[in-house]
């Protein structure tokens, strides 16, 4: 199964560069992960919320296929812990997804048609985080759920 993480937002700032690297290839021995960084052009950038919003429901819309698995990483979302982000993805991977994609919607949130084309929707914490931070945190949790389906002692109970 691969892993995509994908982002609205801007580039990373080099210090969240290198550890969303980090982390990607000490996941790599397990799972391929990639981060896809969806981008506003400047010159679309808008103050009107909603016609952002359509934007980025667009990007997206245009880069989703029929085989992707998509779940919405959203703050409204089901808060799993650490031992049930690998048992989410363990159930993928015995449902045959073969592209598992990990959606940190833009600054204002996702449209509902994106909401309602989730496979699920969770959240990583009553706080709110940065977007770039949230790629790195995720990128984190990934390569702690696969160390844990492989017995690696990275995850302490």
């Known amino acids: 199964m691969n892993i995509e993480i994908w982002s609205a937002g801007k580039e990373n700032e080099p210090f969240i560069e290198d550890g969303i690297n980090y ?4 996941t790599k021995p397990y799972n391929p992960v990639t981060l896809v960084v969806l981008q506003t052009p400047k010159k679309n950038a808008t103050a009107d919320i909603e016609r ?4 980025e429901e667009k990007m997206i819309l245009k880069k989703l296929t029929p085989q992707h698995y998509l779940i919405l990483l959203d703050e409204r979302g089901k808060l799993l812990n650490s031992i049930q982000w690998p048992q989410q ?3 993928c991977m015995n449902q045959g997804v073969k592209t ?10 996702v449209t509902d048609t994106i909401r309602k084309r989730a496979n699920q929707c969770w959240s990583l914490s009553h706080l709110v985080f940065p977007h770039q931070l949230v790629r790195l945190i995720v990128a984190e949790q990934v390569y702690r759920s696969f160390s844990i389906l492989n017995n690696s002692p990275y995850h302490h109970v």
């Open 52 to 55: 952002t919003k359509l934007m």
């Open 89 to 91: 993805f363990q159930q």
């Open 100 to 109: 598992l994609v990990l959606l940190i919607g833009g600054a204002f949130g």
């Open 23 to 26: 982390y990607f290839q000490k």
